[in-house]
């Protein structure tokens, strides 16, 4: 009788796994999030290249990628959590942080390539502990820790700032990684898009990344087939706070400036990119080529107001109206899953 239940927990968390990922209902149905995401995008694109001459350009194009590169690294941290059926709050903080301590050292004259190692080595560590055990390993709610983790960073990054920016603009090595361009890129785009390269390595092909789905879809059925659950949790966060300090560094690379008001709302706004993606908050289902795709969507829109003059007080209300009907898309399809 126990050999029978040994036996058949790896085959429930290996269905668990292949439901979020590789059976061809759930490959239909990635594709077709897809396919809805890139013709939004095609139908936007075409009505703003025609009513706005501006939008159609290279230079815009780029400018899309750039101005988005950050909230894309924030977008993948979060997918990493999601998939877990978790979220984290604290991302925006984190990332003022990490640009107000970067700046700290810089001007303490530390090399900026250590003060980069530092705050990402730090602020991963930091998130695996305050996050990912109270969460993971102590079974807290993930809404409570993180939102008490977002007050601690954010209050942190106006204590050591004082409540004032940091100005980084005269630092040349800063001023290089913040519009340093190969071929015309900006290097904050290809820094994203290698990491977004990384994780669609290690979600789809690697070991982790099949624990990371186990842990979210299954978590039962994962523990039972030898899986630490907890474990996964915890470094799904440790990852999600490294990504989020890395954003930081970038923000603040490409403004030439650290503030602590830095990131406010970015949280938000990368749900919405990975929700609109596909990704669950159920946890188990998900991908990071659709948080690429609902990234681009969100640049897009927020470009496209821009450039219209439309206020930046209408971009945010936008933003919520984008997240309420990712937030409605996630809802549906896991409601037609169950039955």
């Known amino acids: 009788m ?15 796994q292949i439901q979020g990922r590789g059976t061809v209902t759930g490959l239909f149905e990635q594709v077709r999030i897809y396919l809805a995401i890139i013709g939004l995008l095609v139908a936007l694109s075409i009505y703003l290249g025609i009513t706005q001459p501006t939008f159609a350009t290279w230079s815009n194009f780029v400018t899309i990628l750039e101005t988005n590169s950050v909230l894309l690294l924030v977008a993948i941290g979060l997918t990493f959590v999601l998939l877990t059926a978790g979220f984290d709050l604290s991302v ?56 008490g983790t977002m007050s601690l960073f954010r209050g942190a990054g106006l204590v050591v700032t004082e409540g004032h920016g940091v100005s980084l603009y005269e630092f040349e090595a800063v001023r290089a990684l913040g519009a340093g361009r190969v071929l015309g890129i900006p290097y904050l785009v290809i820094i994203a898009l290698g990491v977004l390269l990384l994780a669609i390595f290690v979600t789809r092909y690697t070991g982790f990344g099949r624990m990371i789905y186990a842990a979210g879809g299954g978590p039962e059925a994962a523990r039972l087939a030898g899986i630490r659950v907890w474990a996964v949790k915890a470094a799904a966060y440790g990852i999600c706070a490294g990504l989020a300090t890395l954003a930081g560094v970038m923000e603040a690379s490409r403004l030439g400036s650290a503030s602590p008001q830095a990131g406010t709302g970015i949280e938000l ?48 209300v936008v933003t919520g109206c984008v997240l309420l009907a990712a937030v409605l898309l996630d809802w549906f399809r896991t409601r037609r899953d169950r039955r």
């Open 92 to 147: 925006g903080g984190m990332l003022a942080l990490s640009g107000v301590l970067m700046g700290k050292m810089i001007i303490e004259g530390v090399p900026l390539w250590m003060a980069i190692v530092i705050v990402i080595v730090g602020g991963a560590l930091i998130g695996f502990v305050l996050n990912g055990l109270l969460i993971g390993k102590l079974g807290l709610s993930f809404f409570v820790v993180t939102l």
């Open 2 to 16: 126990e050999q029978d239940t040994q036996t058949s927990a790896p085959n429930q968390t290996e269905s668990v």
């Open 269 to 316: 706004t990368a749900a919405a990119a990975v929700l609109l993606g596909g990704t669950s908050f159920a946890g188990g289902v998900g991908s990071m080529v659709g948080t690429l795709l609902g990234t681009l969507l969100l640049g897009v829109i927020s470009n496209g107001l821009t450039i219209s003059q439309v206020s930046s007080f209408w971009q945010g």
